[in-house]
């Protein structure tokens, strides 16, 4: 269902909530589902660059994104990027 185009981007927020959280196990889960972890949101956005520079960075968090293919070479709109 994580992958049905009609229900995608409600996974992909749920993936981003829980990035924003530091929440690793939460994280894992969701990409086992098969989310997109280079899922893209407001201002460019992505769960791994939501993790770094929000209120709990989680190290576990950042490597369950990373396994599961996040670009840590992206950038936001402001040229940005979370390394």
């Known amino acids: 269902m994580a992958r049905s185009p009609q229900h995608r981007r ?3 927020r749920m993936l981003l909530l829980a990035a924003e959280r530091g929440d690793a196990d939460l994280v894992a889960e ?3 589902w098969g989310v997109d972890p280079n899922a ?4 460019g956005r992505k769960p791994l660059m939501a993790n770094v520079r929000g209120a709990c960075p989680s190290a ?11 670009d ?7 040229g940005l990027s979370p390394s």
């Open 10 to 12: 409600r996974f992909e």
């Open 30 to 32: 969701r990409l086992g």
């Open 40 to 43: 893209t949101f407001a201002r």
């Open 60 to 70: 576990a968090t950042v490597w369950a994104l990373l396994r599961h293919g996040a």
């Open 72 to 78: 840590a070479a992206s950038t936001d709109e402001a």
